[in-house]
């Protein structure tokens, strides 16, 4: 039986989006919900809950996006298809990347682009390089619950660096 053809959601960004968070493909507990990061184990509202300091696993999904976007963070995905049993980034074959430069283009005051993952890492790095010496790419460790090298404590000491990204600084 071959792989189902997944795809990643738009992106959620807006011109004052400072920092873009890319991870690889949303997985199967985020397909189904239609939302970023919906896998209940899956820790990246509650690291971001640890960046940004403010409460976003108690509120509806549009609520949480809506903090984001207020606070200067965006959401996208490198992957824009890929056939994938399962939500392994290992499982994904024959990859197609979302156009990240053009996304790019469009956001002024963006600073950071923050992976979140190796897999996200390994493409995105790769595809945004001509961007490096103006915006920041940075690995994160994964949020992933399949990710369990890092404790969340470790996890959440790593993303810290996205505060700086989303400091305000004298252009703002």
């Not at 640890?50 to 999904?61: C, G, M, R």
């Amino acid at each position: 039986m071959a792989a189902e053809r997944k795809k990643s959601f738009p992106p959620v960004v807006d011109a004052n989006t400072r920092v873009l968070i890319l991870g690889s493909l949303p997985g199967e507990a985020s397909l189904a919900a239609t939302q970023y990061y919906a896998h209940p184990r899956n820790a990246f509202w509650r690291l971001l809950e640890t960046v940004l300091d403010e409460q976003l696993v108690s509120l509806p999904y549009e609520d949480r996006l809506a903090v984001l976007q207020q606070r200067g963070v965006g959401l996208w995905d490198v992957v824009a298809e890929a056939e994938r049993r399962g939500s392994l980034d290992a499982a994904i074959l024959d990859p197609r990347a979302n156009d990240l430069l053009t996304l790019i283009e469009t956001l002024p005051a963006l600073r950071t682009v923050a992976f979140n993952g190796g897999a996200a890492a390994k493409l995105g790095s790769r595809l945004l390089a001509p961007t490096a010496d103006r915006i920041e790419l940075i690995s994160l460790p994964s949020s992933s619950p399949a990710h369990a090298a890092q404790s969340f404590a470790e996890k959440a000491d790593a993303w810290g660096v996205l505060r700086e990204g989303l400091s305000p600084t004298r252009d703002d």
